[in-house]
């Protein structure tokens, strides 16, 4: 029977901790952002997950499931807005480019809006114990940031959606 020193034993590091953790957030040359202040005030992004759809195939009042194709839900990152809006600015031109407000017109070769970023699971002595290199991301939304006069004790915050097109790891490409 396994105890408490077979499970320590085997939890190396001591576990990999959720608050230790980085993006290296490459913004498009239109966004004119700043990648290492970014990688600052990104608070809260995610490993992402791995879907493949299943496809059921029926035969004789039975469902035979077969493997589907492969999708890649949005990615989310939570980000604490400084008093000059710089990382937010960022975003927002960058959205902007893709589409303007006013015009609706943009820039309409992916390559030249998409851009690649990273997120690094990192451990307590600041290694790199894993990476996920998101490929061809963009922003779909920019959240908005509540104002409230009985909040006081806090600093803004807001959510920005991205879109990929797949996303590798170690050799892995998902």
């Excluded at 290694?127 to 996920?132: E, M, N, R």
Aim: aromatic share 10%; hydrophobic share 35%; net charge negative.
């Amino acid at each position: 029977m396994a105890n408490i020193d077979d499970f320590k034993a085997k939890l190396a590091g001591g576990g990999a901790r959720p608050n230790l953790f980085k993006v290296i957030c490459n913004f498009p040359s239109e966004a004119n952002g700043n990648t290492e202040l970014a990688s600052f005030f990104i608070k809260g992004a995610s490993l992402p997950s791995s879907v493949m759809a299943p496809i059921e195939v029926p035969f004789r009042g039975r469902k035979l499931k077969v493997a589907g194709d492969r999708t890649f839900e949005p990615w989310t990152i939570t980000v604490i807005n400084d008093t000059g809006f710089l990382t937010r600015n960022a975003f927002e031109r960058w959205m902007n480019s893709i589409n303007q407000h006013l015009s609706n017109v943009g820039i309409a070769n992916p390559t030249d809006y998409q851009t690649d970023m990273s997120v690094q699971q990192l451990g307590k002595d600041d290694a790199v114990l894993k990476q996920i290199e998101f490929r061809g991301v963009f922003p779909t939304n920019i959240s908005q940031i509540e104002l409230n006069y009985d909040t006081n004790d806090t600093v803004e915050e807001y959510t920005v959606e991205l879109q990929y097109q797949y996303w590798e790891t170690a050799g892995v490409t998902s």
